[in-house]
């Protein structure tokens, strides 16, 4: 399982600029530092240990450049090879440049990642990161219906004309024989195992007597479109909120969980699980833990910032409800709206 430290760099110009996108592919950067702890570009104490010359990436602008990308891949402070999301991946970052046609910082908008360099000699080192980033770009392109041919290197995107001039993976890559070309085979081989190991279960598909408008629900993998056509792979790997009130079997699924994907499309309700989660008993007090946390007019990231909390103060959360981008959201007792539990730590009454 991978190891995802949420350490946004809320300090930094990228994170508050906060400009929304839809991603369409992966930038893969390696750093160009002999330096393969998180804790360089990290400010998370707490999990990738402490960077005593204050030179992290959760400042306006790192080493005077307007940089941040969404993630760095690298040693946590137990030396671990953990990943550190420095941003929301529905956000533009600013990595990979500009090329002659633009910059996959924006248009078309990629999700970017740096791989921490060592000294480019340990072999398995080398191969303990790769791993975890293939791992990553499995689980991105899963979660945002990504294909593996949009996987590029920051020397690709370069040469595609929408980056800069750097050559970084391929020259570490090129020291033990390996190319892009593979890193994509691995990342694809990755999903088939995957979708291999689920068709291979025994497939049981519910029936829910009764599914509602607003519902989460996920997809059985023999499922078919209502009129019979078949449901790509990547719609039915991921888990779909329900449009409108169902209207006898047909029921119509349309926002990705991730809030990242709009299809509208009608499937019948047999092939259909409600999601469950255990909810917690509302009310109850929460103790902020992010820096600078947003107040959502609904429960969900694509719903208007209305506020937001800088005091790491003590709330009272009085109803929970899925949402797009958080994994459960909460509303505050206050009625200024909704922030995702994602960064609230629970207290006991």
Not at 54 to 76: L, Q, S, T
Not at 113 to 137: M, P, Q, R, S, T
Not at 172 to 200: A, H, Y
Request: charged share 25%.
């Amino acid at each position: 399982m991978l190891n995802i430290i949420k350490a946004y760099a809320v300090k930094n110009l990228c994170y508050i600029s906060a400009q929304k996108m839809v991603p369409k592919g992966i930038v893969v950067h390696s750093t160009g530092a002999n330096n393969p702890y998180l804790k360089r570009y990290v400010d998370a104490p707490e999990n990738v240990g402490v960077n005593q010359y204050g030179n992290h990436w959760n400042m306006a602008m790192p080493e005077g450049r307007k940089v941040c990308v969404h993630a760095f891949i690298g040693y946590d402070k137990n030396k671990q090879i953990s990943i550190a999301e420095l941003l929301p991946l529905n956000i533009c970052c600013w990595g990979v440049g500009r090329g002659k046609k633009g910059s996959y910082n924006y248009n078309p908008a990629y999700i970017q990642f740096e791989i921490c360099e060592d000294n480019l000699a340990d072999k398995k080192y080398y191969d303990d990161v790769f791993k975890v980033a293939a791992e990553y770009c499995a689980e991105l392109c899963r979660k945002y219906g990504i294909q593996t041919e949009n996987i590029v290197s920051h020397y690709e995107a370069y040469h595609l004309g929408y980056g800069c001039n750097h050559g970084d993976p391929e020259y570490w890559m090129k020291k033990f024989g390996e190319t892009m070309g593979d890193f994509r085979n691995r990342v694809s081989e990755i999903l088939k195992s995957n979708v291999d190991r689920k068709e291979n279960r025994e497939e049981t598909v519910v029936e829910n007597d009764i599914i509602k408008k607003g519902d989460l629900v996920s997809i059985a993998n023999n499922a078919t479109y209502y009129n019979g056509k078949a449901i790509p792979s990547w719609v039915k790997s991921q888990r779909w909120y329900v449009k409108n009130t169902p209207i006898g079997e047909r029921v119509v699924i349309d926002m990705n969980e991730m809030g990242t994907n709009y299809i509208c499309s009608p499937v019948h309700k047999k092939f259909l699980t409600v999601a469950k989660k255990e909810l917690s008993n509302c009310p109850y007090l929460v103790k902020i833990t992010a820096d600078c946390l947003n107040i959502r007019k609904d429960a969900g990231m694509n719903t208007a910032k209305v506020g937001e909390i800088t005091d790491h103060g003590v709330y009272t959360i009085v109803e929970e409800n899925n949402g797009a981008g958080a994994s459960l959201w909460g509303k505050l007792k206050s009625g200024a709206g909704w922030i995702s539990l994602d960064y609230v730590k629970k207290l006991n009454k």
